[in-house]
C-alpha cells in the first residue's frame, strides 16, 4: 500500500505486560513520529527519527517506553510493564524532508487498552 | 502549557453555509502552521498549511488565514459538505527539527 500502515489496529494488555507497536512508513520517507493521542485530546510527540537516528525522544513519557528504527524503515515502539495511564491510540507518521518541513503522513494509529 | 489552542471542542453548520474553525498559539516562534482533518477510527490526513511569511492560503473550499500580532489562524470551509464532518486539528511548529505541536481539535457536525 502507499500509506503510512500501523499494526496491530487494536492492542488490549493486562497491566504489566509488555507491548510492541508497529510502523510500517510510506517507502522513501526519512522522517518518522511517534505520537500519542489519549482520548478527546490531540496528538501528543513522543519521538523522532530521521533515517534510523533517534533525533528527540524528549516526549517519552518515561524509561518504561523505548522507539527503534534499526534500518531506517520500519519502527517499533515498545512500552514495558504497562500501566492503565498508556491506555491510547498511538499514532505514527512519517514525512518525506528531514525535520517535517514536509506535511506528516499519518497512520491509522494503534489503539492500546491496558486493563 | 498548551502552545497550540483550539477553545471550541464542537461547530455545527448546516450545508451550503461558511465553516470557520479557530485555533490561537502562544509561541512567537511558530512559523509554519497545518490543519489535519481526522474522521474516527482513522488517522488525522493532512488539509492545508500556511508558512508565516503569508497571511493567508486558498485550497478549493479551504482557506487558511493567519494573523501573526494575534497569533491567530482560522479555516474557513466555504461551502461546506455533510462529508466535512469530521475533527479538525490545528498543529504548528518552528524552523528545525522540531516536531508537530498539536491542539484539542475542533469536531466539525454539517448538518443537510
Known amino acids: 500500500g502507499a500509506g503510512v500502515s500501523q499494526s496491530p489496529r487494536y492492542k488490549v494488555a493486562k497491566r504489566g505486560q509488555d507491548v510492541a507497536l508497529r510502523c510500517d512508513p510510506i517507502s522513501g520517507h526519512v522522517s518518522l513520529f511517534w505520537y500519542q493521542q489519549a482520548l478527546g485530546q490531540g496528538p501528543e510527540f513522543l519521538t523522532y527519527?530521521?533515517?534510523?537516528?533517534?533525533?528527540?525522544k524528549s516526549g517519552l513519557p518515561s524509561d518504561r517506553f523505548f522507539a527503534e528504527r534499526p534500518e531506517g524503515s520500519v519502527s517499533t515502539l515498545k512500552i514495558q510493564r504497562t500501566q492503565q495511564e498508556d491506555s491510547a491510540v498511538y499514532l505514527c507518521a512519517s514525512s518525506l524532508q528531514p525535520g517535517g518541513n514536509s506535511p506528516l503522513h499519518f497512520g491509522n494509529g494503534t489503539r492500546l487498552t491496558v486493563t | 502549557d498548551q502552545q497550540v489552542k483550539q477553545n471550541s471542542p464542537s461547530l455545527s453548520v448546516q450545508e451550503g453555509r461558511i465553516s470557520i474553525l479557530n485555533c490561537d498559539y502562544t509561541n512567537s516562534m511558530f512559523d509554519y502552521f497545518l490543519w489535519y482533518k481526522k474522521y474516527p477510527a482513522e488517522g488525522p490526513t493532512f488539509l492545508i498549511s500556511?508558512?508565516?511569511?503569508?497571511d493567508k492560503n486558498e485550497d478549493g473550499r479551504f482557506t487558511v488565514f493567519l494573523n501573526k500580532s494575534a497569533k491567530h489562524l482560522s479555516l474557513h470551509i466555504v461551502p461546506s459538505q455533510p462529508g466535512d464532518s469530521a475533527v479538525y486539528f490545528c498543529a504548528a511548529r518552528n524552523s528545525g527539527n522540531t516536531p508537530l505541536v498539536f491542539g484539542k481539535g475542533t469536531r466539525l457536525s454539517v448538518i443537510a
Open positions: 500556511i508558512s508565516s511569511i503569508k
Open positions: 527519527f530521521q533515517n534510523e537516528a533517534q533525533l528527540d
